[in-house]
């Protein structure tokens, strides 16, 4: 089929030489026929023939195909200079990429970002977004944030009913009733910080919070942003709160807040600070308008923070999210069992088992103790339920994994414990001040 049309096109080629359009598609069909040599040689002669610039964005298509991306890279240069065409800017992006120009990569994939915000690539977000973050189907993704509205509520969060007490009143009724809190002088703003060992629902309840008043859940890890696009940051931070206050109602999640410490090293030089100083005024909205978004946020090390975080109107409330204790960890239980097949199963004497287990780690026990029936099933036959021996034999193999964040944790609370604000850390530990 191609073949054919190559052939008719070259004919009528040579009874009109400069045609340029006859010559502009031929060059196109021999390039859609991977014929690439030959497609390069027409567009190199139709540079001849006009000034327009079709035959150079062919050319710079050719030499991508061909690899050549150096060459494919100074077209583009001259072509992007007085156009900032989507797909130029692409092709530019990925031909940087491949040509290992990492940085420059980025500065034209940030460009069609500005352009086109939610824009997803596989192979320019894998390299040069921020990698790792695993996404459900209806998540946009971009510069190392998701968006998305989650199907979990507080519902679906096993115990922790003091903290949803607590974002209820600081975040939730805020939100739902911003009229009311005006009325009575209030000001509604600044955020929540969770805190806590790993795995212990820190995210899920931040998402939990989000799906609970059918809001939009922006996450974002701050390490991501700050590695990533180095230089950037600022405006990165900036282009986060923005993409948060054109998604309202929304719950902008900020992980690994600790990034911004202030013992950081990199955070002491002038540029760390400005980073802070920036995301301070994000936080207090004065000169941008945060109504209807709730800003959590999260970390595992708040000993890290600096202490401007804490001034009233920012992350006034720091909220210590601890292992689950017995009654909460039955109900992780029954909620992660809840759809799967087993025998009647005694939750509370698992739970009793279960100390210092995180909900992260119940989740690993459940799955320990499902492959464990799997392999069962293939070596007899029979699909058999869990039960609540699988469950404890499981637990056996599988530690709790909070601990070492506590013997951590344990010496900021006795030496660094300014105004008891770890105190729920000793309570935990049932250590007397
Ligand atoms: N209270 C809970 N109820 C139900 N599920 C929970 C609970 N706590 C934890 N989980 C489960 O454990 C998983 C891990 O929790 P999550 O990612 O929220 O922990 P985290 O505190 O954010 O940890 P990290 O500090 O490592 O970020 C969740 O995806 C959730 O399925
Ligand atoms: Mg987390």
Redo the contacts with the bound molecule.
């Keep these: 089929m191609d073949d054919q049309m190559i052939t008719s096109l070259r004919q009528a080629l040579e009874i009109s030489p400069d045609n340029v359009p006859l010559k502009l598609h031929l060059a196109q069909v021999l390039h859609q026929a991977n014929r690439l040599e030959e497609a390069e040689k027409e567009y190199t002669e139709l540079l001849r023939l006009t000034n327009d610039d079709k035959p150079k964005i062919g050319l710079a298509r050719v030499f991508f195909a061909q690899g050549a991306y150096s060459k494919c890279n100074v077209i583009l240069e001259q072509l992007l200079d007085n156009s900032s065409d989507l797909d130029l800017l692409l092709l530019h992006s990925r031909a940087l990429l491949r040509e290992k120009r990492i940085a420059d990569a980025i500065e034209v994939y940030e460009q069609v970002l500005e352009i086109q915000p939610h824009f997803q690539d596989e192979e320019l977000d894998k390299a040069l977004r921020v990698a790792g973050t695993i996404l459900a189907d209806d998540e946009a993704d971009f510069a190392g944030h998701s968006i998305q509205r989650p199907l979990v509520t507080f519902q ?5 009913d003091a903290v949803k007490k607590e974002i209820e009143l600081k975040i939730i009724k805020p939100l739902l009733h911003p009229d009311l809190y005006k009325a009575y002088g209030k000001k509604i703003g600044g955020g929540i910080l ?1 805190y ?12 939990a919070t989000a799906g609970q008043v059918n809001a939009q859940f922006i996450s974002v890890g701050l390490n991501d942003i700050l590695d990533m696009w180095i230089g950037n940051s600022e405006k990165n931070l900036h282009q986060i709160f923005e993409i948060a206050r054109q998604n309202t109602p929304c719950v902008l999640f900020i ?1 690994e807040i600790d990034a911004l410490g202030a013992s950081r090293s990199d955070m002491k030089q002038s540029a760390g600070r400005h980073l802070i100083n920036q995301f301070l005024l994000e936080l207090d909205g004065v000169d941008y308008n945060n109504e209807g978004i709730l800003i959590i946020g ?1 970390t ?1 090390t708040p000993w890290h923070l600096d202490t401007a975080f804490r001034r009233p109107g920012r992350f006034d409330r720091i909220i210590f ?1 601890p292992p ?1 204790d017995e009654s ?1 960890r039955a ?2 239980l029954r ?2 069992l809840a759809n799967k097949p087993v025998a009647s199963i005694d939750y509370e004497a698992i739970a009793k088992k279960l100390e210092h287990y ?3 780690d ?2 690993a026990v459940i799955d320990l103790a499902i492959e464990e029936k799997l392999d069962a099933a293939f070596t007899s036959g029979i699909p058999e339920p869990l039960s609540t021996k699988d469950l404890l034999q499981a637990a056996k193999k599988h530690k709790a994994s909070t601990q070492e964040w506590f013997s951590k944790a344990k010496n900021f609370a006795l030496f660094a414990n300014e105004g008891g604000l770890y105190d729920d850390i000793l309570s935990y530990m049932k250590i007397k001040k």
Excluded: Q
């Design positions: 679906d969060v096993g115990g922790m969770l806590g060992p790993p795995g212990c629902g820190k995210t899920f309840i931040a998402r992980d999260a595992n999210i689950p909460a109900s992780i909620l992660k995180s909900g992260a119940i989740e």
